[in-house]
């Protein structure tokens, strides 16, 4: 199951410089481990430490935020396309 997963400027250090890999998983918790495991420090990037979504970076799967699908369980299908989103503040 081949899934798209593009990569802000910010995270692109843990990709080799990379705007998109693919990845594979059922759920964005497996895509996630499975990045992890040929981009090291990704996970540090995307989880917090309680194993959830970092919160100042937003994740979409086709468009739609996970944080209103199913969080870090979202399931995932072949040919999915993965947004990752570095939160953006100021004032």
């Given at each position: 199951m081949a899934i798209q997963v593009r990569v802000p400027t910010v995270?692109?250090?843990h990709t080799?410089?990379?705007k998109a890999v693919s990845g594979e998983g059922g759920t964005v918790r497996e895509l996630v481990d499975d990045l992890a495991s040929r981009y090291p420090g990704l996970r540090d990037a995307l989880l917090g430490q309680d194993g959830q979504l970092n919160r100042y970076v937003q994740t979409y799967?086709?468009?739609e935020d996970?944080?209103?699908l199913g969080g870090i369980?979202?399931?995932l299908?072949?040919?999915d396309q993965v947004?990752?989103?570095p939160a953006?503040?100021?004032g």
């Open positions: 995270l692109r250090k080799d410089g990379e799967v086709n468009d996970v944080r209103f369980e979202t399931p299908a072949d040919g947004s990752i989103l953006v503040a100021g």
